[in-house]
Each structure stands twice: as structure tokens, then as C-alpha cells.
């Protein structure tokens, strides 16, 4: 139910106002980046708690999927961008029809917003990415019963079914169903939820058959895919941004290590070739072109034997980029303001050595913890800049914020070694979440 109450935007505010979808942390350090440029944005969240709410020039509050609430935002606002991908597009096509200016547009959009078609964009592009399918694929329809001869002796045992062939009941409960993966494939295998999935929810890593078996009688097989599993050397990511006259920009090469499914930590710049870069620029070039798209995008990255694979896409500013707000010329949330607004697209420098950022993901078995003397803490480490949230609720492994230590070194074998020198003084301080 949306509560729109009239906000009619302050004539001081410099600048085009932006409204956003969502009031989460990104959409405050967007907030933020408005506010340092003294323009106006803001926001639909149906929680007055969420961050953003501090920061917003107004706020309509409505659910994010309120196609209602957002003709609403849309009234107080020159352009709508969103701060995640879980968009209604049905909802909000009459409001594009009706000239609300979507960026980026709704059908740039549309190939993102569901794993499934984010992997088929990027097979119909033949860009690099881990072997899939959808999961309903892997059931096999029931054989026919056959026609026996009642005068005919009794078949002997069967000795064993194909490779790979396994029964197992489907999830509407229907005996003999059977499934069976793909010739060439083996476990372990990755299924993830085509869509609703963040932060390591909706995705399992499935070490055997019994556990696929598990996971299809739980599940909607229709709403899932399965790949291939990667034994990657390295995870990497890469925020890229495009603007309306289609020059496309980004940041740099990201090294990100997650910790059980999460983001944990990210370091820039990442230690790989000129060539790998590349490689991942022209992944985001292409992508960006073929889409028509305007605004931040960023690309996750398997790096190992197989080269560089896509593992995700986000079509907004993400967690691997946040270390660009102390690190670099303009920030991806800066970037993204400029993008959504129509503005030129500016080449995003670093302006130190290097970067680590480390999230701060809640350790303590507490829903109301402030963690106020850890705070103080790592906001007294050299070189440190905290971002606290101010979330309502600290439980196990949610985000509550992100440390930013800016690096010296200038070579990437010895930067590396900095920064993991400066985790471990992290890490004194804030533990990881327990299992």
C-alpha cells in the first residue's frame, strides 16, 4: 500500500532531481553523492528505517514493485533509476508509454532482470560464461509402461541405469521421475534461483546427486538454472558505465573474495594482466552498446584455466565498486548521478596507489547490536574511511557497513601483501560471522 504524501521538490536544490527505487544502502550512498553535488534525489521504500530515508530529499513511501507509488516518485523527478534489478517491468510500462524516463530504460532492462535471460544475452552475444541450462531441462519425461507378455518369464534384475540418470521424484511428487545432467558434466554443479537472489541466497553449490535430488523436490525447477561449477583462480568485477551518447567508461579491474557466498572483501587494482583487463572491458563495451544502455553496470568475473567467464550482471552501481567514493576521480555512485541525469560520461581515475575494501558483515548473535567500540576502532586505523549504514537490525552476516583503507604500493605483488596486511588489522577487530 503506498502513502503519497505531496513533496514538491525545494527550488534552492541545483541540478536535476533524481528519483530512485529503493532505500537501501546504495541508494544512500547515491543519496549521499546527490548531496555533495547539491541536487535532489529521491527515493521509493516502503521502511521510514531504511537508510536512504536519512538522506532523501523526500520520500514516497511505497513498496518497490508499487507501480503507483512510482508515478508518484516520477512527479517529483526528471529521471528513475533503481537500486536493485527486482523491477516489475509489466507494471511500469505504461508509465514509460505515459513519458516517464527510465535510465536505464526499461528495455535495457529487461535481459537483466532474471538470470536465466541474463545467461541467454550472453550466449546470444558470445560472450564468455560458465555452461548452464535451466534446471527443468534436466528432468527426463517418464518411459511408457511397456506392453508385457503375461506368458513371458520374469525379466531379470536390471543391472544399473545410464550414467548419470537418477531417479528422482519431482517436486508435484510423481513416481519414476528421473533426471540426468548433460553429457561432459560432473559434480560439483551450481544451481541458482532465477531471480530474487542476493548476497549468496538462491544459490547452492551442489557437491552430488543426492543433494540435486534434494534441491528439485523443494524447488519450482522453472525458476532455477544449474551450472557448470568453476574452479576459478581468481574472482573479479568490473563497474562500467555508459552515457546517452553511447561512451562507454569504467573503473578499475576488481579483485573480490567472498566468504560463504558473500561478498567479504575487494581490492583494486586487481593483480592481472593488460590482456585479462581488457578482455573485461570489452566484455562491458558489448554488453553496453548491444543493450542501448545508460548507467552503471557491473560484471562479476571468473578468472582460471578457462580464461575470464561472466559469472553475474548488475544493472546498477554494486558492493565491488564502493571502494571507488575515497579511491578514485569520481565515484560509481557520482558516475551514476551523471549518467541518469544526461550528462557526459568521465573516465573514473584512481587517485591513490590502490584500495581494500572490507564489508562489515554482523558477527555477533544479536539482532540489536551497534558494535560502537569496533566502530571507533577501525574509523582509527590509518588511512581508514567508515561507512556505517545505521540499518535496523545487526543480525549474523547481514551488511552493516563497508572500511575503505587506501594502499601505497605501487607494484601489485607488494600492494597485494599491504593489503592483506591490513586486513589482518581489520580482522583484529572485526571478525568474520561464524558458519
Known amino acids: ?21 529503493g532505500g537501501g544502502q546504495l541508494a544512500w550512498m547515491l543519496a549521499e553523492a546527490a548531496r555533495d553535488r547539491g541536487a535532489a534525489l529521491h527515493v521509493q521504500t516502503p521502511a521510514d528505517h531504511d537508510p536512504a530515508v536519512r538522506l532523501a530529499s523526500s520520500v514516497v513511501s511505497a513498496g518497490i514493485r508499487d507501480a503507483a ?62 555452461r548452464w541450462l535451466p534446471l527443468d531441462q534436466l528432468l527426463l519425461p517418464p518411459d511408457p509402461a511397456p506392453e508385457t507378455d503375461p506368458n513371458a518369464p520374469a525379466a531379470a534384475a536390471d543391472s544399473g541405469g545410464p550414467a548419470l540418470s537418477v531417479s528422482a521424484p519431482s517436486p508435484a511428487g510423481a513416481s519414476g521421475q528421473t533426471w540426468a545432467l548433460p553429457e561432459g558434466w560432473t559434480f560439483p554443479v551450481v544451481a541458482k534461483a532465477a531471480t530474487g537472489g542476493y548476497d549468496g541466497k538462491g544459490t547452492q553449490v551442489l557437491p552430488g546427486a543426492e543433494e540435486l535430488e534434494a534441491l528439485l523436490q523443494r524447488v519450482q525447477p522453472h525458476d532455477w538454472i544449474l551450472e557448470e561449477f568453476v574452479a576459478f583462480e581468481q574472482e573479479l568485477a568490473l563497474v562500467a558505465g555508459r552515457d546517452r551518447s553511447g561512451a562507454v567508461v569504467w573503473f578499475p579491474l576488481a579483485k573480490t573474495h567472498q566468504h560463504q557466498q558473500v561478498c567479504d572483501w575487494v581490492m583494486v587494482p586487481a593483480q592481472a594482466s593488460h590482456a585479462v583487463e581488457q578482455a573485461a572491458r570489452n566484455v562491458a563495451a558489448s554488453l553496453l552498446t548491444a543493450l542501448d544502455y545508460v548507467g552503471v553496470l557491473s560484471i562479476e568475473f571468473f578468472y582460471g584455466p578457462q580464461g575470464l567467464q561472466v559469472n553475474e550482471l548488475a544493472p546498477r552501481t554494486h558492493n565491488s565498486g564502493h571502494y571507488s567514493i575515497e579511491a578514485c576521480s569520481v565515484s560509481q555512485f557520482a558516475l551514476q548521478l551523471q549518467l541518469v541525469s544526461g550528462q557526459a560520461a568521465l573516465q573514473p581515475e ?66 597485494e601483501q599491504e593489503a592483506m596486511a591490513r586486513l589482518a588489522d581489520v580482522r583484529a577487530i572485526w571478525p568474520l560471522p561464524p558458519a
Open 1 to 21: 500500500m503506498s502513502t503519497l504524501s505531496p513533496a514538491p521538490i525545494p527550488a534552492a536544490e541545483a541540478g536535476p532531481a533524481i528519483g530512485i527505487v
Open 350 to 415: 584512481l587517485s591513490a596507489a590502490g584500495a581494500l575494501m572490507v564489508n562489515l558483515l554482523g558477527f555477533q548473535d544479536s539482532d540489536d547490536s551497534d558494535y560502537l567500540p569496533q566502530r571507533q576502532a577501525l574509523a582509527a586505523l590509518p588511512q581508514a574511511h567508515l561507512h556505517w549504514y545505521g540499518k535496523r537490525g545487526s543480525s549474523l552476516g547481514r551488511k552493516l557497513g563497508h572500511l575503505t583503507l587506501l594502499l601505497h604500493e605501487r607494484r601489485g605483488p607488494e600492494r
Open 69 to 130: 507509488g512510482t508515478r508518484e516518485l516520477a512527479r517529483r523527478c526528471s529521471a528513475i533509476s533503481f537500486e536493485n534489478e527486482w523491477v516489475d517491468l509489466e507494471a511500469l510500462a505504461p508509465l514509460a508509454a505515459d513519458g516517464v524516463q527510465f535510465v536505464p530504460s526499461l528495455e535495457a532492462l529487461r535481459p537483466l532482470v532474471c538470470k536465466r535471460s541474463q545467461r541467454e544475452l550472453l550466449d546470444r552475444l558470445h560472450l564468455p560464461s560458465p
